[in-house]
């Protein structure tokens, strides 16, 4: 494969690290035209859409009735899931339960955070505690395969249990801090790969040495088909309704929940820290900071040269990562020297295991056909 030469886009910071980025006679990649094509135009950023989220809530309501809850809300603690949940509870009037999946990597500041707004708003909330030696050795079994998606487990974990446990108590409705404002550019699949339910079993065949009895799977069939058209599960982003500036929203939290403000987009969990901090660009060369500060731009509220400033630092502090590697080596089982040892070992893609890539991209081209999907994603 002939090396690229580098090229970093003139409007946002997303790069050649993307293998297939393209950019235009201007120097503008291909997320930021798509961004002006297929989102800006549809996007409101300044325009509270209360009467269209109103009509949402008295649907969400109304699948409620009868039953102990309207909807679930998905909370880790972060900016977007809890002022999603402000907006759930105090502008859409529903009744949401707050779930929450414990994978064994939260630090306190996003247990307390959970526990701040669980309370603030009076939420009731369940938990579900992924199998510790299951999750250990899933992620292990991940490393061991040398792909870059090694937060897999952990989202694959959240986003089944949150979804098998909608699906079985017959709640239709689930509730998602995503949303445009923050994830107009998502991160390529070379990045992060996406859900492949495919992929995960032929790893852990290979690698693996737990029989995962109790971890909870949902393959894109079952949440794209079964789920969503035979049982009649919808997902909703309340965010996309209302003027959302992280900023300020994470400000309102802090002043009347008390909440705590992370580091970085994602750092409540120590083992995702480690991943997107370290993992991903000394292995790889993978940086999600420059999605992130790239959709910020085009948002309007991160210039262009405040982010190539920003990403001319550390991702976080190398004492810390030297801590967070001595503690995740050991959490999973095995000497900082073996975990040292699998991280510098030979790189590998998906396209090396058994995988699900070919449903993906057609599930993807479907979805922009019907509009569902217009970020750019490949």
């Not at 297929?38 to 325009?47: A, D, R, S």
């Not at 109103?54 to 409620?64: M, T, Y």
């Not at 779930?99 to 247990?111: I, P």
């Not at 802090?254 to 991903?280: A, D, M, P, S």
């Amino acid at each position: 494969m002939i090396k690229r030469p580098y090229q970093r886009c003139t409007q946002c910071v997303m790069d050649t690290t993307d293998s297939q980025i393209s950019f235009d006679d201007n120097g503008v990649c291909d997320h930021c035209r798509n961004f002006e094509k297929n989102i800006k135009p549809y996007w409101k950023p300044t325009e509270n859409r209360f009467d269209e989220l109103e009509k949402a809530a008295d649907k969400i309501r109304r699948a409620g009735r009868g039953k102990e809850y309207d909807c679930l809300l998905g909370l880790s603690g972060g900016a977007d899931s809890s002022y999603m949940a402000y907006i759930a509870k105090e502008i859409m009037h529903v009744r949401p339960l707050a779930f929450v999946v414990d994978t064994g990597w939260n630090l306190n500041v996003a247990v307390e955070n959970i526990e701040k707004i669980v309370k603030g708003l009076n939420l009731d909330l369940y938990t579900e505690v992924i199998h510790w030696k299951e999750m250990a050795d899933f992620q292990l079994a991940m490393f061991r395969s040398q792909i870059s998606s090694q937060d897999a487990p952990q989202d694959h974990a959240i986003f089944a249990a949150m979804y098998n446990y909608a699906a079985k108590n017959h709640i239709k409705y689930v509730l998602t801090g995503s949303n445009h404002s923050t994830e107009f550019i998502r991160p390529p699949m070379e990045w992060i790969y996406m859900n492949d339910l495919t992929m995960y079993k032929d790893i852990h065949r290979k690698f693996g040495k737990r029989e995962l009895k109790t971890y909870p799977t949902c393959g894109i069939l079952k949440y794209r088909l079964y789920y969503k058209y035979i049982l009649g599960l919808q997902r909703f982003y309340p965010l996309d309704y209302v003027v959302y500036n992280k900023a300020e929203a994470e400000k309102f939290l802090h002043q009347k929940y008390g909440w705590t403000k992370y580091e970085n987009k994602h750092y409540e969990n120590i083992f995702t820290r480690f991943f997107e901090g370290y993992y991903l660009p000394h292995k790889f060369g993978f940086d999600t900071r420059k999605n992130v500060y790239s959709t910020q731009i085009l948002a309007g509220t991160m210039s262009r040269e405040e982010a190539i400033e920003a990403l001319k630092t550390n991702p976080y502090d190398p004492d810390l990562m030297e801590q967070d590697k001595e503690y995740i080596a050991r959490k999973l089982g095995i000497t900082v020297r073996e975990f040292e040892k699998i991280i510098e070992g030979r790189n590998k893609t998906p396209m090396d295991y058994k995988n699900d890539f070919w449903m993906i991209q057609l599930g993807i081209r479907i979805c922009r056909m019907l509009g569902i999907e217009n970020r750019n994603i490949r």
